[in-house]
């Protein structure tokens, strides 16, 4: 894990692009009608109009309306990862060193969406082996887990989500998360995705609960403690 820790602003960079260019499968432009432009070219444009009529596609091709619940999915796990980036924004301006970890996990949160936007009873095998979600990044969020805990004094009370900017954003996104993880444990469970998948959401609010109170104690904020109302 030390080698996360190198350059980390440069780590979100390549992390990014590899993930965009080497594996071509974030869901955010799965369409496959989209083409990069040649030199001297401009870009697609940002709109495509497919979606007017209020359908979109999966990655597989498939036409569904946008309130079916992979796509409500989708639009979690990537409000999910707009909250993780502002907490980062806010982490950054106090310093702190586990920024990279927060990089890291919004690289995977496109994979996560890349999984679910993939949905088995439509894919075939090529689609099913470029959207495989595996155990490692749960693996990733135990040890970030356990070396955070390490650092941090024992929880004897129910916490409120505060302790400065950080942590609250942080809480925030904690939040987001059980909301994604709510949203795709029945796809899930109806065999549409891999079952790490929601088992990386489940673990991912675990750490940014502790990853909150970690910010709270670096920066010298005081947690609210929940007192029962008088």
């Given at each position: 894990m030390t080698s996360m820790m190198i350059k980390p602003v440069h780590l979100r960079c390549v992390v990014r692009v590899c993930r965009l260019v080497s594996r071509h499968r974030t869901w955010i432009t799965s369409c496959s009608d989209r083409s990069f432009a040649t030199e001297g070219e401009k870009g697609p444009k940002i709109y495509t109009k497919t979606g007017d009529k209020g359908f979109s596609s999966?990655?597989?091709?498939?036409?569904?309306?946008?309130?079916?619940?992979?796509?409500?999915?989708?639009?979690?796990?990537?409000?999910?990862?707009?909250?993780?980036?502002?907490?980062?924004?806010?982490?950054?301006?106090?310093?702190?060193?586990?920024?990279?970890?927060?990089?890291?996990?919004?690289?995977?949160?496109?994979?996560?969406?890349?999984?679910?936007?993939?949905?088995?009873?439509?894919?075939?095998?090529?689609?099913?082996?470029?959207?495989?979600?595996?155990?490692?990044?749960?693996?990733?969020?135990?040890?970030?887990?356990?070396?955070?805990?390490?650092?941090?004094?024992?929880?004897?009370?129910?916490?409120?989500?505060?302790?400065?900017?950080?942590?609250?954003?942080?809480?925030?996104?904690?939040?987001?998360?059980?909301?994604?993880?709510?949203?795709?444990?029945?796809?899930?469970?109806?065999?549409?995705?891999d079952p790490d998948v929601a088992k990386f959401l489940n673990r991912l609010s675990d750490y940014l609960f502790t990853v909150a109170r970690h910010a709270a104690m670096k920066e010298g904020k005081e947690e609210t403690i929940y007192k029962r109302p008088q």
């Amino acid at each position: 894990m030390t080698s996360m820790m190198i350059k980390p602003v440069h780590l979100r960079c390549v992390v990014r692009v590899c993930r965009l260019v080497s594996r071509h499968r974030t869901w955010i432009t799965s369409c496959s009608d989209r083409s990069f432009a040649t030199e001297g070219e401009k870009g697609p444009k940002i709109y495509t109009k497919t979606g007017d009529k209020g359908f979109s596609s999966t990655f597989t091709g498939e036409r569904r309306p946008k309130e079916d619940h992979i796509f409500e999915a989708l639009g979690n796990t990537d409000e999910l990862s707009s909250a993780i980036g502002l907490a980062r924004e806010f982490c950054l301006d106090k310093g702190h060193t586990f920024t990279h970890q927060l990089d890291k996990i919004q690289c995977i949160l496109q994979d996560v969406g890349s999984n679910i936007a993939t949905p088995r009873s439509s894919a075939r095998e090529a689609h099913i082996k470029r959207t495989k979600f595996t155990a490692q990044p749960i693996a990733d969020l135990e040890i970030w887990i356990d070396e955070l805990t390490e650092e941090l004094p024992p929880l004897t009370n129910f916490i409120l989500p505060s302790g400065g900017k950080s942590s609250a954003a942080l809480h925030l996104a904690r939040t987001v998360c059980r909301r994604t993880e709510r949203s795709v444990a029945p796809i899930v469970r109806s065999g549409e995705a891999d079952p790490d998948v929601a088992k990386f959401l489940n673990r991912l609010s675990d750490y940014l609960f502790t990853v909150a109170r970690h910010a709270a104690m670096k920066e010298g904020k005081e947690e609210t403690i929940y007192k029962r109302p008088q």
